[in-house]
């Protein structure tokens, strides 16, 4: 079993900064990527922003150059700064990873969600 553990969420003025966290726990063999995904009511989910094991990136285009995707690999944790927030980046977020497990499976975990606000 694998777990995705989510927190930094809440409400901020616009402008403002959140910096989420995303720790992963259980029968762990190795990480192939974690990220972000965000949701609003009616619309699919979709992608904020990735990193591979090798530190890779990819941020979707709405946030690049405000959303900073990081990890660290010794808590096998995935962080998301986002800065200069605008009403428009008001979702759910949700942590993605993708695992190997000690069977050698990949398996794709996610979060619960965590819910950002960005209103003034």
């Known amino acids: 079993q694998v777990q995705l553990v989510e927190s930094g969420g809440g409400l901020v003025q616009p402008g403002g900064s959140l910096r989420l966290s995303c720790a992963a726990s259980g029968s762990i063999f190795g990480i192939n990527a974690m990220g972000w995904y965000r949701q609003t009511p009616g619309k699919e989910r979709e992608l904020v922003a990735t990193i591979t094991s090798g530190a890779s990136t990819n941020v979707a285009d709405p946030v690049k150059g405000r959303f900073t995707i990081s990890k660290d690999n010794g808590q096998n944790t995935v962080y998301l700064q986002m800065n200069s927030l605008k009403p428009e980046d008001t979702a759910v977020y949700y942590c993605?990873?993708?695992?190997?497990?000690?069977?050698?499976?990949?398996?794709?975990?996610w979060g619960q969600g965590t819910l950002v606000t960005v209103s003034s």
């Open positions: 993605n990873a993708r695992i190997y497990n000690y069977s050698g499976r990949l398996l794709e975990v």
